[in-house]
Nanobody, 125 residues
Framework: QVQLVESGGGLVQAGGSLRLSCAAS????????MGWFRQAPGKELEFVGK????????YTADSVEGRFTFSRDNAENTFSLQMNSLKSEDTAVYYC??????????????????WGQGTQVTVSS
């Protein structure tokens, strides 16, 4: 299993930006589809989006489309989430996750086998 550690969370004002990073170790990073999830207080885990092994293809949830983008650096074993125009409803714990399944098969949290510990993002209005 690949080990994942998120960083970059914090407190930001509405309309601001934040960049989360996920550092991977333990296995060949480029073998994995990477995804971001988030969980707000009292709510279910939400799939934010995913990126293909090469980084060419991405999927972004409708709730963050146009504001959040994903990128990865396979040489540095990192996966990033750039969040712009943040809203109070983006407040959540954000998790990165890794999947060894085919890109088109990855749709839900059950498709991911490795998870980070999470990082808190708080957006003040």
């Amino acid at each position: 299993q690949v080990q994942l550690v998120e960083s970059g969370g914090g407190l930001v004002q509405a309309g601001g930006s934040l960049r989360l990073s996920c550092a991977a170790s333990g296995h060949t990073f480029s073998n994995y589809i990477m995804g971001w999830f988030r969980q707000a207080p009292g709510k279910e885990l939400e799939f934010v989006g995913k990126i293909s092994r090469s980084g060419v293809a991405t999927y972004t949830a409708d709730s963050v489309e146009g504001r959040f983008t994903f990128s990865r650096d396979n040489a540095e074993n990192t996966f990033s989430l750039q969040m712009n125009s943040l809203k109070s409803e983006d407040t959540a714990v954000y998790y990165c996750a890794a999947s060894s399944r085919a890109y088109m098969e990855v749709r839900t949290s059950g498709d991911f086998t490795s998870w980070g510990q999470g990082t808190q993002v708080t957006v003040s209005s």
